[in-house]
């Protein structure tokens, strides 16, 4: 399994707190995404990184940041959390140079926002 | 943009085969790619298709077309542990390796 991991696994925060969730790579891989899953919706794509402090926005990029500051670690950041932003996150990585390519997930954030 | 579907859930007998299609409308296709994910845990990789044909993995197989913008995912020999979301997701044309996912279908597997 790729070494990939996620903290904090649960967290329940209120209305307009900032929330910061972490996700820590042991691969190097270059390729970092951060995306949200709910029901209905599948994976939608909130940022991702294709390097250190090289970001972008994805599908549904309102509301949150993200920083790469070293290859190994991807946050996002709740600027001030609000109920529609409850949901699980998940990170994953990618490497550029493997055959297919796929993308590994970490175990998932689930977020709730009183 | 992408447009993916994907049934929303099947049903299957412990055994069977279950085939669950995939359909995409896209401005780019770069190939395809089926998850599987279990109640409460990541999505875990599967199969990748960029080319027209069948892929082989097991019990799992995988189908491309193209042209008509459908993959299919077939378990066959279904166990009651292959119960499970499978995600179909296409890969776009950029080089940052974004997946565009569909919405998931729920496979159930009665005994």
């Known amino acids: 399994d790729a070494g990939i991991t996620q903290s904090p696994r649960h967290k329940v925060t209120e209305t307009g707190t900032p929330v910061t969730l972490r996700c820590h790579q042991t691969e190097n891989h270059r390729y970092m995404y951060w995306y949200r899953q709910d029901p209905g919706h599948g994976l939608r794509l909130i940022h991702y990184?294709?390097?250190?402090?090289?970001?972008d926005k994805g599908e549904v990029s309102d509301g949150y940041s993200v920083s790469r500051s070293k290859t190994e670690d991807f946050l996002l950041t709740l600027e001030s959390a609000t109920s529609s932003q409850t949901s699980v996150y998940f990170c994953?990585?990618?490497?550029?140079?493997?055959?297919?390519?796929?993308?590994?997930f970490g175990p998932g954030t689930r977020l709730t926002v009183l | 943009g992408q447009n993916i579907d994907q049934p929303t859930e099947m049903t299957a007998t412990e055994g069977a085969i279950v085939q669950i299609n995939c359909t995409y409308q896209?401005?780019?296709?770069?190939?395809l790619f089926w998850y599987q994910q279990h109640a409460g845990e990541a999505p875990t990789f599967l199969s990748y298709n960029v080319l027209d044909g069948l892929e082989e993995k097991g019990r799992f197989s995988s189908f491309l077309s193209r042209s008509k913008g459908y993959s299919y995912l077939l378990l066959k020999e279904l166990q009651m542990k292959d119960s499970a979301s499978y995600l179909c997701a296409v890969l776009e044309t950029d080089s940052w390796g974004k997946l565009q996912f569909g919405a998931g279908t729920q496979v159930v597997v009665t005994p």
């Open positions: 994953a990585i990618r490497d550029p140079g493997h055959s297919t390519g796929e993308q590994y």
């Open positions: 896209t401005s780019g296709f770069n190939g």
């Open positions: 990184s294709y390097g250190v402090k090289d970001t």
